[in-house]
């Protein structure tokens, strides 16, 4: 997440050299309730240092309008089609939604 994060504030930083506007924040996409919850609630503790350092700087851009974490539904990713091994039914389902 941190990593989405920082490349939407390069993404960002170029568009506005090149002197294109950017309306509102950009949406990065989860299923994962977990992270979303530590990722958009300040009051979340972590137990680790390097996932306190990491939820943070998420949190940092939350706050300051860069983007925002949403969830999705986990039959409602499309990610899922290239980080998963998926059955016959449900890879036709997102596909079909992708060439839609």
């Known amino acids: 997440m941190r ?7 390069a993404l960002n930083y170029k568009l506005r050299m090149f002197g294109i506007p950017i309306d509102g924040p950009a ?12 990722s ?6 972590l137990k680790k240092k390097h996932h306190s350092v990491n939820y943070n700087y998420v949190r940092e851009c939350v ?21 998963k091994v998926l059955d016959k039914v449900k890879r036709r389902a997102i596909v079909t939604k992708i060439l839609r």
């Open 63 to 83: 706050a300051a309008g860069i983007g925002l974490v949403i969830k999705v539904d986990t039959n409602e990713n499309l990610a899922d089609l290239f980080t």
């Open 27 to 38: 949406q990065v996409y989860g299923d994962n309730n977990s992270v979303i919850l530590n």
């Open 3 to 9: 990593q989405a994060f920082e490349m939407i504030k």
């Open 40 to 45: 958009s609630v300040p009051e979340s503790t």
